[in-house]
């Protein structure tokens, strides 16, 4: 289905189009979640509200604007970073970590057959001390870059070139996967 | 602008983490859409990190799929129109006989068909004509290329005599005569090769019913040698062979030359030195 013809028929809350909508996204979409939120049960929870949240804003996304994964994506992140200000979460959550999330999953064995391992570790691969920061802080922390900034004294443009440096990194590995 | 650097200071990644206020969004928007470049790095970007949060993502259980349907169920619609992957084109359709649609686009294919023969036909006859007009165009021309050729063989061939053939100038003038005093013929004359050329420097223009007609002179008295034209002027005129002659001269005679020539009508002679 087209990304227009599938924006359609959410618009028109079409059963099969957000049904459409699940089947190519939620695997991504529970991804960003649960990456940061480690608790099974709360990045569920989570991930349901997010979910929720996108078919009945539909209306306020705007093509214009940018592409329906990225908002999508961004109303995940959110939520899940919302939850991690709030008190349900102990404070042990943001330790996160790459290697927690890998090595979490990977001795979890009801979960590992739903998850790449291997190919999150080759993921991972070639990202230098300064990018395995960032891209524990941002994508399993649930960091911002004026956080990161602000938390450890980094200048604000630094933090920028090392998440694009960072991105670079997972972008080239993502395509020899 | 650089768009380099834009592209490389990161601003494009925080936009699609969705860290950007929405000041700095609509400014990204807007260079995305005034360079190509732009544009291109933010959808390869956008594709790679629905890439890695596919790799990294995980797929939800059943059960969360099932509440979270639950909790849109008064908000779905259930129709039959939209499925993924189809255009939605069902509906009810009226059933017609299939001979009828199969009548009715048989018809359309016929005028289609026609319409179009019309139009190629037309297209061919005016092709036709063309063809035709360049044809009759290229004979011509073949023609006059023809006629350059052999007028450029005529004299190439005369050159060829004139410098390869032991030729004599003799001026023929009218100035010692009373017809015309500034009359002027040159006469080249090769006595082995037995040639004879002229070229008219002057005379004048005569009417229909005469003609200028060239004498040897020699030993046997006055043999006409050929009519020459007086319009040809500098150019070469090939005039009949003659062996012995002492003098040469031009009479004006009737339209066609004479046995004799009509010695009060000399115009110019020259005599062989």
């Known amino acids: 289905m087209e990304e227009q013809e599938l924006i359609a028929g959410l618009r028109a809350k079409s059963r099969k189009s957000t049904e459409y909508l699940y089947e190519k ?56 970073i919302d939850k991690t200000r709030s008190k349900e979460i102990s404070q042990s959550n943001k330790t996160n970590t790459i290697d927690d999330f890998v090595y979490g999953f990977e001795s979890n064995s009801d979960t590992l057959d739903q998850v790449n391992a291997i190919g999150v570790k080759e993921l991972m691969n070639d990202l230098n001390e300064d990018q395995h920061f960032i891209i524990d802080h941002i994508y399993f922390k649930g960091y911002t870059h004026s956080e990161i900034s602000e938390e450890f004294g980094i200048p604000l443009g630094t933090v920028k070139s090392r998440v694009r440096a960072a991105i670079q990194v997972l972008k080239k590995n993502i395509d020899s996967i | 602008m650089d768009i380099q650097a834009y592209i490389t200071s990161g601003k494009l990644e925080l936009y699609l983490l969705g860290e950007l206020s929405e000041l700095e969004r609509a400014e990204v928007v807007s260079m995305a859409d005034k360079f190509p470049e ?9 594709d790679a990190i629905f890439a890695i949060d596919e790799l990294t993502g995980k797929t939800p259980s059943l059960a969360i799929k099932t509440k979270i349907f639950d909790s849109l169920n008064l908000e779905l619609i259930e129709e039959k129109t939209i499925k993924p ?131 040897a002179i020699g030993d046997e008295g006055p043999i006409g040698i050929g009519l020459v034209n007086e319009g040809m002027k500098m150019t070469l005129q090939q005039m009949q062979a003659v062996a012995q002659a002492g003098t040469f001269a031009i009479t004006i005679e009737p339209k066609g030359g004479s046995e004799a020539p009509t010695l009060d009508k000399l115009v110019v002679i020259g005599n062989v030195a």
């Open chain 1, 25 to 80: 996204y939620s695997r991504a979409l529970f991804g960003v979640v649960s990456r940061i939120i480690f608790d099974k049960d709360i990045a569920e929870e989570v991930f349901h509200d997010s979910f929720v949240k996108i078919i009945q804003k539909i209306e306020s996304y705007d093509e214009s604007k940018g592409r329906l994964y990225t908002w999508m994506a961004n109303i995940c992140r959110n939520s899940a």
């Open chain 2, 85 to 215: 992957g189809m255009a939605p084109v069902e509906g009810k359709v009226v059933p017609i006989s299939p001979w009828k649609s199969f009548a009715v686009a048989a018809s359309i294919v016929a005028v289609l068909a026609s319409a179009a023969a019309i139009f190629y036909a037309s297209k061919f006859y005016e092709k036709e004509q063309q063809f035709t007009a360049l044809l009759q165009e290229q004979s011509v021309m073949a023609g006059n290329l023809n006629q350059v050729k052999l007028d450029f063989e005529q004299n190439e061939n005369q050159l060829d005599k004139l410098l390869t053939g032991d030729f004599r100038l003799v001026k023929l003038k009218g100035e010692s005569l009373n017809m015309q005093k500034d009359a002027s013929v040159n006469l080249f004359w090769d006595q082995s090769a037995k040639e004879v050329f002229i070229a008219v420097n002057n005379l004048n223009e005569l009417s229909e019913e005469f003609d200028y007609q060239l004498w």
């Open chain 2, 38 to 46: 732009i544009q291109k790095e933010l959808d390869e970007l956008e």
